[in-house]
């Protein structure tokens, strides 16, 4: 009897231990209402912005660093930020920046033009590793080149040199004449950097180990040191990374004492710790998850305005996609309205041009294709075709994109109007990654296939300049016929630095592009945020990465 | 005792050189390569060209495998394509998470598991011993996964009871010297803080904990079962010794060494359920990380995670094995 006793008495101890936790501390954080906590994906690949290129680490450099210049919140409209203004010479190639004074990095250093020719000099004279796509993949995206290339890979630098002008005048002169420059100054990669920090704590040391870029300094683990709103305090991998109000900021300053980002990778992990209130909001909401927020009173969606565009790839490397009449019955093929209707939730619109509204050069009267399933089968006949004409349509499994929720349904709603248009469709699912993206842009997969693009900065260069300048497998472009006029037209207004007159060439390129139907653009969708109602000033930005300086929680 | 262990670490080293081919091989074997994953819509042929020159996959395969041998010997298991940092620092940061979650889920299935099995088994045929077959069932049957989401929709989401992320309190700002968070906050007598860790424990450890609970409640059952009607427990009582004492000496002592072999067997489901587990709480342990990796096609973290808890799981099978020399001093080794 006394043995049973004793096992009835651990059973209860077991028992009373694990419910005494329950009872002694309820779930909710002990967490002060100065204190802003913010949901990514992932943690930051690290903290140096030069080197990095994934949003999850621009989330964090954007509250430690500025640029030059930065997009008015919640917009795509470039304003002053560190510079307080800019012109470019006669020549087009030689900008001048009027820096702001008085400005300091969290270490004290001045933020002066030497600094700022440090910043530019330090990413022109990267050797070695940092030549590597996977350390500075936007310095090359835009820059092209650095002062000695060390990859055939890399071409032409557009840099050529940056001199001071006293304190305040910072002079960068380009190689060649470039529209997009000073839109994608306002990519954290390129955001101002002390360079005395940079120098203490080895900022230009790093290594390729086993075909991979690591800093081997602790500056980008440690000691990131910018201009910006928040400072670094601390950063426990996956768990954490913990900011700092700047008491010394040159602007105004953030309303929380503290931000902490915290990684949290699985969608409804994160919109559960919004709803146990562990965080007071988070990013990359899954459209699935927006009704259940909406249905809270406690909590918010805020939306990013649309900066993707979904859309269907035509190749024509693949007969008979190469002619322009099937192209266009492509188009009119497909019910783009319905399937923004039916699959987005109403956050999306109907998408004409391979740009979203909100870039400047978007043009609202190209030649639009309604869903007309008997003109359709009218063009396929004018070219010669017998009727039903067969046709490949790739789409991904295993995947969710903010321009395409649900791939297999935009799928079966477009083969569906593609059948009723005169086309037989066979269908080719292959998994997101590594199969579908692959084929989509080496060109291996069908004669259409669905895939999207978010940009990365506001400039149209960023998206019909990606999509269309050169010979582009993903839609068998060849540089050559109606395209090399588009192309040519591209280069045009990537080398213009007028921007009324960049405005006017991308309005006319839209144009060109919706009548030579090399894809067949179908969605813009708004993403969202979602936070609790207490938080105020949260403006989310088209881009995807926006400063927290505005933010307060329970009406600080 | 000594030429056991001997003997067995050195079988040790074919295990481990079989091991690491079979990872070696399996991660080749996914599709696709890290330059795919990583670049996604940017990819280009020739990004990916560049990329799978610097991963050196574009050597032959058993020039790639001896430079992972060569480099692993060394215990480089090299760096993150995702996360850019050494493998070993990452093991080193996540693995006390994983440990004390897989402690934590282990300590709950033999604290709870030994108790349930053997009053179920003095109970034989009744009401508890037919109630707690069933609920071990249960245990057994549902997804480990599936009966997180459940205690976390329960207990986080619906009653707010605990958390429902994480280790401790994102605003915490104690230190962890060991990074085991419950041994720092006992050694430093951080009462406070040992609740905190405790509470963001208890869920994630019972839903790891479930399988195995039900698993051990069941040897348990049939064990003492079994020892019950033994010559010796029955001698035992017949001298008169008290029943806890026969409970206690005779029949539990002897149940215990199907239990303990139980043990190291379950190390590795729950090695392997971390994943799961991990993934629902946004534990930071080696589970989460690992489950990324497979989606980012991370051949390092691959590689150096798997053969690690390979590793880790060889041993505790080796502990479990002398363990039976000390629960059970007839059995001696050869």
Known sequence: MRGRLRFGALLAVVCMVSLGAVSAVSGKPTQSSNTFIFAGASDPTYLDPALVSDGESFRITKQIFEGLVELKPGTTTVTPALARSWKVARDGKTWTFRLRTGVKFHDGTPFNARAVCANFGRWFNFTGPFQDAS?????????????????????????????????????????????????????????????????????????????????????????????????????????????????????????????????????????????????????????????????????????????????????????????????????????????????????????????????????????????????????????????????????????????????????????????????????????????????????????????????????????????????????????????????????????????????????????????????????????????????????????????????????? | MLRFVVRRLLLLVPILVGLSILVFVWVRALPGSPADSLLGERTTPALVKEYEERFGLDEPVYVQYWKYVQTTAHFDFGVSVASHRPVTTEIKERFPATIELALAAMILAVGLGVPLGFLAAKRHGGIFDHGSLFVSLIGISIPVFFLAILLKYLFAVRLGWLPSVGRIDVTSEVKHPTNLYVLDAILTRDWKTLVDVLKHLILPAVALGSIPLAIVARITRAAVLDVQNEDYVRTARAKGLPPATVDRRHILRNALLPISTIIGLQTGLLLSGAILTETVFAFPGMGQWLREAIFNRDYPVLQGGILFLALVFVFVNLLVDISYAIINPRIRYS
């Open chain 1, 135 to 556: 350390a500075t993949y936007y310095y090359r995206q835009i820059f092209g080149g650095f002062k000695r290339n060390e990859s055939t890979g890399l071409g032409k630098p557009l840099f050529r040199g940056c001199s001071a002008k006293g304190k305040s005048v910072a002079i960068v002169r380009l190689t060649r004449r470039s529209g997009p420059f000073i839109p994608s100054l306002v990519l954290s990669a390129f955001s101002m950097q002390s360079p005395t920090a940079m120098a203490k704590y080895g900022a230009n040391q790093g290594e390729l180990r086993g075909g991979t870029f690591r800093p081997t300094g602790s500056y980008a683990f440690s000691h990131p040191t910018g201009t910006g709103p928040f400072k670094f305090n601390s950063w426990t991998v996956g768990q954490r990374v913990v900011l700092d109000r700047n008491g010394s900021y040159w602007g105004t300053k953030a309303k929380v004492s503290r931000l902490i980002v915290r990684p949290i990778s699985n969608n409804t992990a994160r919109l559960q710790a919004l709803q146990t209130g562990e965080v007071n909001g988070y990013d990359l909401v899954a459209p699935q998850d927006m009704p259940t927020i909406r249905g809270n009173n406690r909590l918010q969606l805020i939306n990013r305005r649309a900066f993707n565009v979904a859309y269907v790839t035509i190749n024509q490397s693949k007969p008979p996609m190469n002619r322009k009449i099937v192209r266009q019955a492509v188009a009119h093929g497909l019910d783009r309205a319905s399937v923004v209707r039916s699959f987005y939730a109403g956050r999306a619109v109907v998408a004409h041009q391979f740009m979203p509204p909100s870039v400047p050069g978007y043009n609202p009267s190209v030649k639009k294709y309604g869903f007309d399933p008997e003109r359709s089968k009218r063009l396929l006949r004018q070219a010669g075709l017998t009727l039903p004409v067969k046709i490949e349509f790739y789409w991904p499994t295993n995947v969710s994109r903010p321009y395409m929720p649900s791939p297999n349904l935009n799928f079966a709603a477009f083969k569906a109007s593609l059948e009723r248009s005169g086309f037989e469709v066979t269908a080719v699912s292959q998994p997101w990654r590594p199969d579908y993206v692959k084929n989509v842009n080496q060109g291996t997969g069908g004669h259409l296939n669905i895939i999207g693009w978010t940009g990365d900065y506001g400039d149209a260069d960023n998206f019909v300049g990606t999509f269309f300048q050169s010979a582009n497998a993903q839609f068998g472009l060849t540089r050559t016929g109606e395209h090399k006029a588009i192309a040519l037209l591209l280069d045009k207004a990537e080398a213009e630095v007028n921007p009324t007159k960049r405005i006017a060439l991308y309005k006319k390129i839209n144009a060109l592009i919706a009548e030579f139907v090399p894809a067949v653009p179908y969605a813009h969708t708004t993403p969202a945020v979602a936070v609790e109602r207490r938080v105020r000033g949260y403006v989310a930005s088209p881009v995807g990465s926006e400063s927290y300086r505005g933010v307060s929680v329970g009406g600080q």
